[in-house]
C-alpha cells in the first residue's frame, strides 16, 4: 500500500485522480471529526469546512508531498478553516440580528418614504453607472438574491453586496440633493417595501401579439418569410445557446490559464527540489570531513597529553617509535629498526600489514612534532607520495575511513 508521500506525489506530478481520492478516504473521517469538535457538533457547518481543507489539500499538494506526515498539516488548516467558518457565521448572524431590528424599527416609516421617493427614483436611477443600476433593479425591483445578482452580472456574493451597498449610497447622496434626506439603510428598506404594481393580464396580451407582429412586418419588409412564434423561439433559443457557449469557452480558458501556471509552479518547484538535494549532498560530505577532522584533532590531542604527562614523568629520551590509527590491519605503537636508509610510508604500512578494504589512501595524515614549534600535519596521497615520504619517531600516522 502506498504511503501518504507516495499518493501525494503522484497526484501533484501525474494528476492521478484516484491517488488523491485515496487520500481523502484515508483522511476525511480524521478531518470531519475534528471540524465537528470545533463547531460544536454543527454537522453542516462541518461539512463546508472539510470540503474547503481538502480543497486546499489539492491545492497545496506538490509543497505538502515533502512532508513526513500530512495529519498534523490537515488538524491545522482544519482548526483555521473551522475559526474562519465560525467567524463568518457569526457575523451573518449578527447582521441577521441588525436587520432585523431595522425592519421592525423602520417598518411604520416605509410606505411614508416610498411616496417621497416614487416620482423621482426613475431619475436617480438613471445617474448611476450601469452596473450599478443593474444591481439595484434586479435586488430591489426583480426581487432577486444576492446570490443570483452576483450570477448576473459575474461577480461573487459578496461582490454583488458591496455593489449594491455603493450603489445605494450614490442613491442617498442624489437623494439628499433633491431634499430627500435618508440612510442607506432606510432606502434598502424603502425599495424593499415598494408597492408593487402588475400589469393587467389582457396588456400582456396585446404586448405579446403586437411585438410578435411586428416582428412579422419587419420580416415582410426585408423579403423574408413572416417569422411564426416558434421560429421566433427557436432563434432566442439560439441565441441564449451561443451566450452560454461563449461563457463555458471563456470559463474553460481561465482554467487553461490557471492551469498552466500551476504547471510553471511544479516545474519551478521541481528544479528548487534538484538544487536542494544537491546542497544536502554536498553538506553530507562536508560533515563526513569534518568529523574526521574532529576526531583526528582529538586523536592528536590526546597523544599529545601523553607525550607530554611522559616528559615530565622522566628525563627525555629519544623514543624511535612511530604511531599507527585509523583503516589499517595492526595498530598501535611501532618502534622503527636502525637503518642506514629512512623508512618509507609505503614500507611503514606494509610492514603493518597494509589497508583494510575502507580505507581513503588519497587522505593520510602524518602529525609530526617539530622541535622549536606546534606539530605540523601533512596529508599525504599514497599512490602519489607513498614511495617517497619517510617517517620519523614520533610521528603519529592516521589512515581515514573513505566515503562509501
Known amino acids: 500500500m502506498d504511503d501518504d508521500a507516495e499518493l501525494l506525489r503522484r497526484y501533484a506530478e501525474e494528476k492521478a485522480e484516484t491517488a488523491f481520492a485515496e487520500l481523502a478516504r484515508r483522511h476525511v473521517d480524521f ?25 486546499d489539500f489539492a491545492r497545496k499538494a506538490a509543497a505538502l508531498s515533502r512532508h513526513e506526515a500530512i495529519v498534523g498539516w490537515l488538524h491545522t488548516a482544519t482548526r483555521f478553516a473551522a475559526g474562519k467558518a465560525i467567524r463568518t457565521d457569526a457575523r451573518r448572524r449578527a447582521r441577521e440580528r441588525e436587520a432585523h431590528a431595522m425592519n421592525e424599527t423602520l417598518r411604520d416609516s416605509a410606505a411614508t418614504d416610498w411616496a417621497r421617493l416614487d416620482p423621482v427614483i426613475d431619475d436617480v436611477l438613471g445617474e448611476l453607472k450601469e ?6 433593479l434586479l ?51 424603502a425599495l424593499t417595501n415598494q408597492v408593487a404594481i402588475a400589469a393587467p393580464g389582457r396588456v400582456a396580451a396585446r404586448v405579446a401579439s403586437a411585438a410578435i407582429q411586428g416582428t412579422r412586418s419587419a420580416s415582410s419588409v ?12 427557436m432563434v432566442a433559443t439560439g441565441a441564449i445557446f451561443f451566450w452560454l457557449q461563449q461563457r463555458k469557452n471563456e470559463s474553460l480558458l481561465a482554467e487553461t490559464i490557471r492551469l498552466r501556471a500551476v504547471e510553471a509552479d511544479v516545474s ?33 590531542a590526546t597523544l599529545t597529553k601523553q607525550l607530554r604527562d611522559e616528559a615530565r614523568a622522566e628525563p627525555p629520551k629519544p623514543t624511535p617509535a612511530v604511531i599507527l590509527s585509523g583503516q589499517v590491519k595492526s595498530t598501535g605503537r611501532f618502534t622503527l629498526k636502525p637503518s642506514a636508509t629512512p623508512l618509507t610510508l609505503r614500507e611503514f604500512i606494509e610492514q603493518a600489514g597494509g589497508f583494510t578494504d575502507g ?15 606546534p606539530p605540523k600535519m601533512f596529508t599525504i596521497d599514497y599512490a602519489k607520495e607513498g614511495a617517497t615520504f ?9 589512515v581515514p575511513e573513505g566515503l562509501r
Open 131 to 136: 452596473r450599478e443600476r443593474t444591481a439595484i
Open 31 to 55: 478531518v470531519y471529526a475534528a471540524a465537528c469538535r470545533q463547531t460544536r457538533g454543527n454537522s453542516a457547518l462541518a461539512e463546508d469546512i472539510t470540503q474547503a481543507v481538502f480543497t
Open 139 to 189: 435586488r430591489f425591483f426583480e426581487r432577486k438574491s444576492l446570490a443570483e445578482v452576483g450570477g448576473c452580472l459575474s461577480l461573487s456574493e459578496t461582490a454583488a453586496r458591496s455593489c449594491v451597498d455603493r450603489a445605494l449610497e450614490k442613491m442617498r447622496e442624489r437623494l439628499a440633493r433633491r431634499g430627500i434626506d435618508s440612510t442607506a439603510a432606510a432606502l434598502a428598506l
Open 359 to 373: 580505507a581513503k589512501q588519497s587522505g593520510i595524515r602524518v602529525t609530526r612534532t617539530m622541535p622549536n614549534g
Open 390 to 398: 619517510t617517517v620519523e619517531p614520533g610521528d603519529v600516522v592516521y
Open 268 to 300: 519551478r518547484l521541481r528544479d528548487d527540489n534538484a538544487r536542494l538535494k544537491a546542497t544536502r549532498d554536498e553538506i553530507v560530505r562536508l560533515r563526513a570531513d569534518d568529523s574526521e577532522l574532529i576526531a583526528l584533532q582529538e586523536q592528536v
Open 222 to 233: 426585408l423579403g423574408s418569410k413572416p417569422a411564426s412564434a416558434l421560429a421566433l423561439t
